[in-house]
């Protein structure tokens, strides 16, 4: 398959430098990424950086592999990594177990949200906090999402989509946190709730959270996205701006059906 490339830079934060090569070493970068689920062969050879600071739309149509990158970079089990390598601010991911990915920095909101039954939010919240001092604290989660102080008493599984939307992305943030995965942030939410992530979202965005956002709805990603990847069954089927996808509407119609 060919690789279209339409990669321009984009100015962001001063970047490390290889002291061998004298090149710019990107914050994060997958390399030849390879996954299984068990005899399924997935992730078939993905490979992307990004730098820090920057928010990648990884989109696709539905079953291209999106979910299963994500997973595969935040190291759980399944999709097994059986080949490439994936570095975060100089550290090698693909050498970790999901538990070392997340401490090192990765943190992953599924699709489902996973929301602890019979916790409270703030006891949702108080849980993810592994390491205090790390992430941020209730008050500044609180400050961001009064939605979801006026519910801390309240049980998390009984909150709304979108709320319970929100507190999987508060509980991300009060972990020590790097790359922030959000796969399929909208999904399932009504317009106006989707406008009130992407709200957070870009909030997220402003305070310099490196982020890779998953989205059927592609439009959403892009406007706020720095850089694009499309995946296409399991492969590396474009990279570039946002904008240049956004502009390319036989791209956006061979890969995104949009
Ligand atoms: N647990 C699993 N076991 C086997 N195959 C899976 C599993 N999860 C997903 N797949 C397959 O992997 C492919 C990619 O799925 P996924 O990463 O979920 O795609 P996307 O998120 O882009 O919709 C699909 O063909 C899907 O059927
Ligand atoms: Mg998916």
Known sequence: MSVMTMDSSI???????????????????????????????????VSFDIRQGEVLALLGRNGAGKTSTLRAIARVDSPGLVKGEIWLDGKPVHKMKAFEAARAGIQLVPEDRRIIQGLTVEENLTLAQVAPGAGWDLERVYGHFPRLAERRRQEGVTLSGG??????????????????????PYEGLAPVIVREIENIVNEIKSLGI?????????????????????????EVAFTGTAKDVLDNAELRQEYLAI
Do not use: C, W
């Open 11 to 45: 100015a962001a934060a001063a970047p490390a430098t290889d002291a061998a090569t004298g090149r710019e070493k990107p914050f994060f970068a997958a390399s030849d990424m390879h996954a299984y689920y068990g005899e399924s062969y997935i992730v078939q050879g």
């Open 163 to 184: 709320e319970q939307q929100m507190l999987a992305i508060a509980r991300a943030l009060m972990r020590d946190i790097k790359l922030l995965l959000l796969d399929e």
């Open 210 to 234: 490196t982020t890779i956002i998953v989205e059927q709805n592609a439009v959403a990603a892009l406007q706020l996205a720095d850089r694009a990847v499309i995946l296409d069954t399991g």
